[in-house]
T-cell receptor, first 112, second 113 residues
Framework: NAGVTQTPKFQVLKTGQSMTLQCAQDMNHNSMYWYRQDPGMGLRLIYY???????DKGEVPNGYNVSRLNKREFSLRLESAAPSQTSVYFCASSEGGIAEQYFGPGTRLTVT | AQSVTQLGSHVSVSEGALVLLRCNYSSSVPPYLFWYVQYPNQGLQLLLK??????LVKGINGFEAEFKKSETSFHLTKPSAHMSDAAEYFCAVGNTGFQKLVFGTGTRLLVSP
């Protein structure tokens, strides 16, 4: 039982490049989330998926797209990376609503 | 709307001293409140949660928090700090009307010998 897994762990991109961050959970959770963590700003929600087949914007969605591929997988795509997207990205999952969220180990992304 | 304020981006204590990390929330409906801990280079893990049952909530590793509606607070405490408690702590608020949580900006706990 791996919980929430994220790939890659580290990534360096040049401005304008694109990439997809992958997230998978094996807990049969309905809801999945993408956050970014920046110093002094805590965790900010980028996008979430309350259930398979639905996605919604969070607090900071600009510059990102998501895909809920199936119940297990929720990917985050940067179409044209910018230095402002340098951050640590966390994926999380939960049964939904106010249930506990389980977090992955994070992806540290640097955009130069 | 919901929001969380964590007072103090850094808190320093000596090993064996009381730990007190402050969290105040704002919510237009009865809140659900959470404390998460993040160890270096790891994701967040749940310490404890308040979901309208008992106002004093006990969590893992000896931590507890008390929900005080009159003060809109949910402060995290531990009677005696251990070196292994050094980490960043996040308070979060949610409610049954939303599918997501709002996190505070975090408090880094430093424990000195």
């Amino acid at each position: 039982n791996a919980g929430v897994t994220q790939t890659p762990k580290f990534q360096v991109l040049k401005t304008g490049q694109s990439m997809t961050l992958q997230c998978a959970q094996d807990m049969n959770h309905n809801s999945m989330y993408w956050y970014r963590q920046d110093p002094g700003m805590g965790l900010r929600l980028i996008y979430y998926s309350a259930s398979e087949g639905t996605t919604d914007k969070g607090e900071v969605p600009n510059g990102y797209n998501v895909s809920r591929l199936n119940k297990r997988e929720f990917s985050l795509r940067l179409e044209s990376a910018a230095p402002s997207q340098t951050s640590v990205y966390f994926c999380a999952s939960s049964e939904g609503g106010i249930a506990e969220q389980y977090f992955g180990p994070g992806t540290r992304l640097t955009v130069t | 709307a919901q929001s969380v304020t964590q007072l103090g981006s850094h808190v320093s204590v000596s090993e064996g001293a009381l730990v007190l990390l402050r969290c105040n929330y704002s919510s237009s409906v009865p809140p659900y409140l959470f404390w998460y801990v993040q160890y270096p280079n790891q994701g967040l893990q749940l310490l404890l949660k308040y979901t309208s049952a008992a106002t004093l909530v006990k969590g893992i590793n000896g931590f507890e928090a008390e929900f005080k509606k009159s003060e809109t607070s949910f402060h995290l405490t531990k009677p005696s700090a251990h070196m292994s408690d050094a980490a960043e702590y996040f308070c979060a608020v949610g409610n049954t009307g939303f599918q997501k949580l709002v996190f505070g900006t975090g408090t880094r706990l430093l424990v000195s010998p």
